[in-house]
């Protein structure tokens, strides 16, 4: 089993910058893949980055050049640096870590943080 803890979620204005960060604790596998989606009301979940365990990241086309999708493999830790916050960017983000096998992928989530952008 597989615990996440996500924190740096917050209130902001538009223009400005978060920082979050998610915790993996567990069984984790040497290959694997971490990555933040977010969920904004009456919208479905979609992913933002991810990285995997080797370091090969990937974006939304919404968020490239603002947000950039880090971790620290030592501290089992993904975070998210957020600049350039626009409204649209509010959503409840949740962390996601995939434990990458050959024959089959083990999913496991955070409870999310939420992320508000004032206009």
């Known amino acids: 089993q597989v615990q996440l803890v996500e924190s740096g979620g917050g209130l902001v204005q538009a223009g400005g910058s978060l920082r979050l960060s998610c915790a993996a604790s567990g069984n984790i596998f040497s290959v694997n893949k971490m990555g933040w989606y977010r969920q904004a009301p009456g919208k479905q979940r979609e992913l933002v980055a991810a990285?995997?365990?080797?370091?090969?990241?990937n974006y939304a086309d919404s968020v490239k050049d603002r947000f950039t999708i880090s971790r620290d493999n030592a501290k089992n830790t993904v975070y998210l640096q957020m600049n350039s916050l626009k409204p649209e960017d509010t959503a409840v983000y949740y962390c996601?870590?995939?434990?990458?096998?050959?024959?089959?992928?083990?999913?496991?989530w955070g409870q999310g943080t939420q992320v508000t952008v004032s206009s």
């Open positions: 990285i995997a365990s080797g370091g090969s990241t």
């Open positions: 996601k870590l995939r434990n990458i096998r050959v024959a089959v992928n083990y999913d496991y």
